[in-house]
């Protein structure tokens, strides 16, 4: 299994919730979750063979920021 993580500028549950519906439902093999308590808003991502920028794309589609983290 492979992490990857994300800065994002998600602020709201809801916000937090559509992203992950959405991510989840073209993603279905990948484990999804937020952490909004961090200062970077964190999207984490843990599966295999992840592809970051498609999940890059996909959130900026919905009209947020995300950056994947080193």
């Known amino acids: 299994m492979i992490v990857e993580i994300f800065k994002t500028n998600v602020q709201k549950e809801s916000e937090k919730d559509y992203i ?3 991510l989840q439902s073209q993603f279905t ?8 308590e961090d200062c970077d808003k964190i999207l ?3 599966g295999i063979d992840i ?5 890059m ?14």
């Open 44 to 46: 984490r991502v843990e």
């Open 29 to 36: 093999d990948y484990k999804i979750n937020f952490d909004l």
């Open 57 to 70: 794309d996909y959130v900026h589609c919905l009209g947020f920021t995300c950056v994947r983290l080193d």
């Open 20 to 22: 992950i519906a959405v």
């Open 51 to 55: 592809q970051c920028d498609n999940i």
